[in-house]
């Protein structure tokens, strides 16, 4: 009976492989393999630099770590205070503008589900996520 | 009993299957695997469990499907619980955008709901003939 129940189980894993690959085929351009953010949504602190002043910096961090330093004109938006918080960078947002968000390293979520939450429910495009966060902001200081 | 069980696989299974991206994005919220390891689960847990509940329904290959159902609601309800423990605040993901907002015990309620159920199909199936 266990050797069927194996079996059985065997069967049904591999049918659901089929689906899997097929999707993972049609998928392969919107998801990478290396990083959980996409390739275009990411932004180098260098490439960040080349835009100048038509960057409007998300700072994701916990409030304390805002207090304590941030990337100067940075707006701090994180997922504690999002309500409390987001009118206030709609304040700021122009069109055409290009929004870098950042949290604290590589890896950290913050800055990612921010740029989520900025695409999807405030409607914003230009949404990027700083590679290496704060600490890449530090480095290249 | 089989079919509320079914259901629930099935539905899960394909609220995922229709936005791998994202449930690529909350298995990796756990920080229990790699990312590459999130991507391929990501493709193929939805279908997993979409085929265990079609199993499930029809009576066919109905034990492997019970067997599978179950290792996947104990890893579920295993990675709940951990996630918890290490502090960390994220969505589930088990049913998309449904359960995003979900708390914990509400989350940790309904893996242990459908665990029972299916503890349930065990007990009631224990004397039926394999397919």
Same mark, same amino acid.
């Given at each position: ?141 | ?43 193929? $847990?939805?279908?997993?469990?979409? &085929?265990?509940?079609? @199993?499930?329904? =029809? /009576?066919? +290959? ?9 290792? $996947?609601?104990?890893?579920?309800? &295993?990675?709940?619980? @951990?996630?918890? =423990? /290490?502090? +960390? ?19 940790? @309620?309904?893996?242990?709901?459908? +665990? ?16």
């Amino acid at each position: 009976m266990t050797s069927s129940l194996v079996r059985q189980a065997l069967i049904l894993a591999a049918l659901a492989l089929l689906p899997g690959v097929g999707e993972a085929i049609y998928f392969r351009h919107k998801i990478s393999w290396q990083s959980p953010i996409p390739p275009s949504e990411l932004v180098t602190v260098a490439q960040a630099h080349v835009w100048g002043e038509n960057v409007i910096w998300v700072d994701a961090r916990p409030d304390e770590e805002f207090a304590r330093d941030h990337v100067p004109g940075a707006l701090s938006l994180n997922e504690d205070r999002w309500n409390e918080l987001l009118p206030q960078f709609l304040a700021v947002w122009s069109p055409g503008r290009k929004i870098v968000v950042y949290c604290s390293s590589l890896s950290c979520n913050a800055s990612r589900e921010i740029a989520v939450r900025l695409r999807k429910e405030a409607q914003l495009p230009d949404v990027f996520v700083l590679e290496g966060g704060w600490e890449a902001w530090l480095k290249s200081k | 009993m089989d079919v509320i069980v079914a259901g629930i696989f099935i539905y899960a299974g394909a609220i995922k299957a229709l936005d791998p991206v994202q449930f690529a994005s909350d298995i990796d919220n756990y920080k229990i695997v790699p990312w590459p390891v999130s991507v391929v689960l990501a493709f193929y $847990l939805p279908w997993l469990e979409i &085929f265990c509940g079609f @199993a499930l329904v =029809v /009576r066919l +290959l109905y034990r492997g499907a019970l067997s599978i159902s179950t290792a $996947l609601i104990l890893t579920f309800t &295993f990675a709940t619980v @951990a996630a918890k =423990v /290490r502090g +960390l605040d994220i969505t589930c993901g088990c049913f998309g955008h449904a359960s995003q907002h979900w708390s914990f015990p509400a989350h940790l @309620a309904t893996n242990l709901g459908i +665990l029972a159920a299916l503890l349930a199909l065990w007990v009631s199936n224990r004397s039926a003939k394999p397919l």
